[in-house]
T-cell receptor, first 115, second 114 residues
Framework: EAQVTQNPRYLITVTGKKLTVTCSQN?????MSWYRQDPGLGLRQIYY???????DKGDVPEGYKVSRKEKRNFPLILESPSPNQTSLYFC??????????????FGPGTRLTVL | AQSVSQHNHHVILSEAASLELGCNYS??????LFWYVQYPGQHLQLLLK??????LVKGIKGFEAEFIKSKFSFNLRKPSVQWSDTAEYFC????????????FGQGTELSVKP
């Protein structure tokens, strides 16, 4: 089944404890992206990647890192999480490298709470 | 700045009522438009999309949307809602050559009473 998977789905952690949220897609998509969803704000892009080893900042990149060493994986890293990073996170992917000409497919989401 | 506005934050309807959710975007260039739905506790699912061609697009579950370029609008409609349509609906714009960034509206929560 074609899908985007994320792990973990739920995570409660404490301020400053490094964590990684994994994202994987099995559709051979070039483009991958991370969003965070907050009430009343919709979804906002954190980082995106048009290809392996090519990543760039979205609208709200502060406090996050990403890497794209393989086409299928795009992990989101929080080196020192803070309470304002408590949010619902979605990974997305699409076929074209630009991400602008195809539908983006979303993962199931990761609900992160930082105490 | 590029933005997407959804007119209603929360809509409450009875079953069989007609639905129209407003969406306006601000971007002067080429843009692709989407409606996503998020059922409680689930991830975003694509309802429908507009890339080009016929401005009236039909999606899944009886939803449709009309792109009106002159009004920068992409309103979502359904003639008769069901209780199972209770969800949050997001309008999103995908500007061309902007890093693939989907610009989302704030979302509209739809509650359908049985």
């Amino acid at each position: 089944e074609a899908q985007v998977t994320q792990n973990p789905r739920y995570l409660i952690t404490v301020t400053g404890k490094k964590l990684t949220v994994t994202c994987s897609q099995n559709m051979n998509h070039e483009y991958m992206s991370w969003y965070r969803q907050d009430p009343g704000l919709g979804l906002r892009q954190i980082y995106y990647s048009m290809n392996v080893e090519a990543t760039d900042k979205g609208d709200v990149p502060e406090g996050y890192k990403v890497s794209r060493k393989e086409k299928r994986n795009f992990p989101l890293i929080l080196e020192s999480p803070s309470p304002n990073q408590t949010s619902l996170y979605f990974c997305a992917s699409s076929l074209s490298p630009s991400g602008s000409t195809d539908t983006q497919y979303f993962g199931p989401g990761t609900r992160l709470t930082v105490l | 700045a590029q933005s997407v506005s959804q007119h209603n934050h929360h809509v409450i309807l009875s079953e069989a009522a007609s639905l129209e959710l407003g969406c306006n975007y601000s971007y002067g260039g080429t843009v692709n438009l989407f409606w996503y739905v998020q059922y409680p506790g689930q991830h975003l699912q694509l309802l429908l999309k507009y890339f080009s061609g016929d401005p009236l697009v039909k999606g899944i579950k009886g939803f449709e949307a009309e792109f009106i370029k002159s009004k920068f609008s992409f309103n979502l409609r359904k003639p008769s809602v069901q209780w199972s349509d209770t969800a949050e609906y997001f309008c999103a714009a995908l500007p061309y050559n902007q890093g693939g960034k989907l610009i989302f509206g704030q979302g509209t929560e739809l509650s359908v009473k049985p």
